[in-house]
Each structure stands twice: as structure tokens, then as C-alpha cells.
């Protein structure tokens, strides 16, 4: 028998997972109520934040542009995405960029810290690496330094956030790390792909715990945190 909550996790050609993202938001209309997708995709890509160039990377997977910001991701099995958006006027789509983001990470914490995740933490400071700071290769793979709102283990990344505003509304792109493998990622940018600092950087969930919920549990914790988060606003 289908588990009903997975009918919500969407699974599919990671082209058109990534388009989809953009319909929605632009088909939001003033007033209507939060969104939330989860999605899945059927095969591997090598997906770039939107302000990243297509030529910086060299690998045989396909290579996609996402239409929100941040680094490069492996766009695999091991990530669960979430797609939240807010129509124009809600009180999270305007103002201050990174009001959406505490707000969203938060909700991933608590959710995630009652399934027994410990050691849980939300980075309020500003992005840790940027496009063309200090350290190129940490800006460029998203995985490699924490952003405001995004969840950390011990300060390792496990939840990445990024998003994308129009004047439809906002589009906040979650992502989970079941388990933590960068060597394709450093490998692309012409990297180590041993490189230590990187594979320390963040972490799977599958990593940290012997007994990790499932993927059930998760949608079901988080979709419901992440509604509530919203709303109270």
C-alpha cells in the first residue's frame, strides 16, 4: 500500500523538478496561502546557484542552473528538497532578505530536534562564504559554508537554504543532506576530491545517525513546522 504522505514527494528528471519550481512561484497570486513541494529527482545533475557560470564546471553529469542563489549541489537520491513559497504581501516576502530565512530554518530545527537530531544550531550570521570571497571553492559549493538560517550539526551544514524573489512573491529552496559526498562537487571545480576541509564542512543525516527516520517522518515533521512557521507570522 502507497504511504499518502509520500504522493508529496515529487520524483523526476531534475530539469524539470527545477522548472517547476519557477512556475509555481510565478503562478502565485496575492493572498494565497504558503506552498510547500517536496521533491526527489530520478537521476543525478550537477545543479548551479544562479549567479554561478556553466563554464566553471567540468564533469560528464548534466550541468543545470537553478533560479535561486547560492553554490553548486549534487542533485541526487541523497538530497530532499523543499520548495516553500510565499505570495506577494505576505509579511515574509518583503522587507528584510533574511527574515525568511531565520524564519525557515528554525522550523527545520525544531522538526528535526524532536525526530532526535542533537546538536542542532541555526547560523544567524551572514553567508560564512560568498560568490568571489576568500576562499573561491567554498563559495562556490554550497555545502561548504553556512548561510543565514541554515541548519548546522555541530557546524557542519545539514540544511541548505537559497532563494529567489519576483513580484509574485518569494521562493525559498530547502535542501537536506542525507549523506554528505562532495568528491563529484570538488572533482567538477577541478578540486581534491579528498579535499578534508570540504568533506568537513557539512554532513548526511544518514551520517550522524545509526537509526535516522525516514523519509515519512521528515516531510511529515517538517512540512508541518514549517506551515506552522509561516502562519504565526
Known sequence: MTDPLMEHVERGEPAALLARSLDLLDGMVAGAPPLLRWYVPASAALVLGRGQRLDEVATDLPVL?????????????DLLSLDLVLA????????????????????????LGELGVGELTVHRGPAAGRLGGADPLRAAI?????????????????????????????????????????????????A?????????????????????????????????????????V
Open 65 to 77: 542552473r537553478r533560479h535561486s542563489g547560492g553554490g553548486a549541489v549534487l542533485f541526487d537520491a
Open 192 to 232: 581534491d576530491p579528498a579535499d578534508p576541509a570540504i568533506h568537513a564542512a557539512a554532513v548526511g543525516l544518514h551520517d550522524l545517525l545509526d537509526h535516522p527516520p525516514g523519509q515519512a517522518a521528515v516531510v511529515a515533521a517538517v512540512d508541518r513546522a514549517v506551515r506552522n512557521s509561516v502562519k504565526r
Open 88 to 111: 506577494a504581501g505576505h509579511p515574509l516576502a518583503d522587507g528584510d532578505l533574511g527574515a525568511v530565512f531565520l524564519a525557515v530554518g528554525e522550523a527545520w530545527a525544531a522538526a
Open 142 to 190: 554550497c555545502y561548504a559554508a553556512p548561510g543565514r538560517g541554515e541548519v548546522l550539526h555541530d557546524g557542519r551544514k545539514l540544511v541548505g537554504l537559497a532563494q529567489r524573489r519576483r513580484r509574485h512573491g518569494v521562493l525559498v529552496q530547502c535542501g537536506l543532506l542525507w549523506r554528505w559526498r562532495p568528491a563529484v562537487l570538488l572533482a567538477a571545480f577541478g
